[in-house]
């Protein structure tokens, strides 16, 4: 008898476990939009000169550094501290996209389209991973795999300049990241991560990946010039 009721105060224990680290991972997350809208304002704001194959390259060093440094600091206060600046960062990073679209007349449309779009894919995955009884575990390797293929194609299309490849890049980045949701949040469902901080960097990059392909892909075909 004393082995059944530990058994189910283990199981209870987990559950409030897996629970605080999703809730703590979704407040994180919300927290995180905050420096990353600041960071996009200022950006463009100040019309900053971030484009271009070099600056890309830089990007994605500055971007590598703030993740190895989140996950070095992912048990203490300075890991939020790091996941914060690194969205600033990236909000930064958004420049040149968002001044692009903001050169269309129905450019600010089609950012909240974008954003609207995206809350919808990030809140349709996250319920689907937190109800389905699908193990999706498995695509942990297919996905990683498709995200080293695809950065490898959009490094080489930054100096190719195909206008049909950087579409196909953006269709499967959104395919490749939506999946990546159900993979995230059923981590952290299933006690596969635990530890907030890495789990909303991991959603966060899920999130502006999408946002980013999608509002590239509206203002190629939904983009008004007059």
């Keep these: 008898?004393?082995?059944?009721?530990?058994?189910?105060?283990?199981?209870?224990?987990?559950?409030?476990?897996?629970?605080?680290?999703?809730?703590?991972?979704?407040?994180?997350?919300?927290?995180?939009?905050?420096?990353?809208?600041?960071?996009?304002?200022?950006?463009?704001?100040?019309?900053?000169?971030?484009?271009?194959?070099?600056?890309?390259?830089?990007?994605?060093?500055?971007?590598?550094?703030?993740?190895w440094g989140i996950e070095k600091n992912k048990d203490s206060g300075v890991g939020v501290a790091l996941l914060l600046g690194f969205t600033f960062f990236m909000g930064l990073m958004l420049t040149p996209l968002l001044s692009r679209i903001l050169g269309y007349s129905n450019g600010g449309f089609l950012i909240m389209t974008a954003f609207g779009g995206t809350a919808a894919v990030f809140a349709t995955l996250a319920s689907v991973a937190t109800v389905s009884k699908r193990d999706f575990s498995g695509m942990?390797?297919?996905?990683?795999?498709?995200?080293?293929?695809?950065?490898?194609?959009?490094?080489a299309n930054i100096f190719l300049h195909i206008p049909a490849l950087a579409i196909v890049i953006s269709v499967v980045a959104?395919?490749?990241?939506?999946?990546?949701?159900?993979?995230?949040?059923?981590?952290?469902?299933?006690?596969?991560?635990?530890?907030?901080?890495?789990?909303?960097?991991?959603?966060y990059l899920d999130v502006y990946n999408i946002f980013t392909n999608l509002l590239s892909l509206l203002g190629i075909f939904g983009g008004d010039r007059d």
């Excluded at 476990?17 to 999703?22: E, I, K, T």
């Excluded at 942990?140 to 490094?155: H, Q, R, Y």
């Excluded at 959104?174 to 006690?191: E, H, R, T």
């Design 140 to 155: 942990g390797t297919w996905l990683f795999a498709g995200v080293i293929i695809l950065l490898l194609a959009s490094i």
């Design 1 to 67: 008898m004393n082995n059944v009721q530990n058994t189910y105060d283990l199981a209870g224990s987990r559950r409030l476990v897996q629970h605080n680290v999703l809730r703590n991972t979704y407040w994180l997350l919300a927290l995180s939009m905050v420096p990353t809208v600041f960071g996009a304002a200022l950006g463009v704001s100040l019309h900053l000169p971030l484009g271009g194959g070099m600056m890309a390259l830089l990007f994605l060093a500055v971007a590598f550094g703030f993740i």
């Design 174 to 203: 959104i395919a490749i990241f939506s999946a990546y949701i159900l993979y995230d949040v059923q981590q952290i469902i299933n006690g596969g991560e635990t530890n907030y901080i890495r789990a909303t960097l991991a959603l």
